[in-house]
């Protein structure tokens, strides 16, 4: 069975890895999905964030993660791969309330298409990319939320021409 794990992933996180590890224990085959999104700003392009994901998956010795991209609805992407899963992380209610809606909205667009909601693991229940970039952007220990691979590439990102 294949089940579609999507997001921006601007940078993956610990939290974002932790819900990748235990899906692909669940399923046979897991698509880690890099939403292209012309109208948000990224911090890192399609190809570093791709590589990103690439590199802590193949630290954590996990075979059946495939890493694509896509750029339009999450349910058309599920629906032209033969997808009937999505994976979403939960942190919190509000988090929750959220992809509710979004779940609904793509089991609307796409006959048959579910969402499973995975609750994040409690070391991880507040951290977010947003949170580890504006961290990282002031010079903070972002250690304990994101990779070694990962911290590397924002220290890189703003500090390197400063």
Known sequence: MKVLYPGSFDPITNGHLDII???SKKFDNLVVAVLVNSE???LFTLDERVK???ENIKQLKINNVTIESF???TANYAK???IDFIIRGIRGFNDYE???QIALINSKLTDGLETLFMLSDIRFSFVSSSIVKEIASYGGDISPY???CVEKALKMKYFSEK
């Open 146 to 148: 994101v990779t070694k």
């Open 40 to 42: 948000k700003k990224t």
């Open 21 to 23: 590890e235990r899906a």
């Open 52 to 54: 990103l994901i690439y």
């Open 98 to 100: 959220y992809e509710k």
């Open 80 to 82: 032209n791969n033969n």
């Open 71 to 73: 750029e339009g609805l």
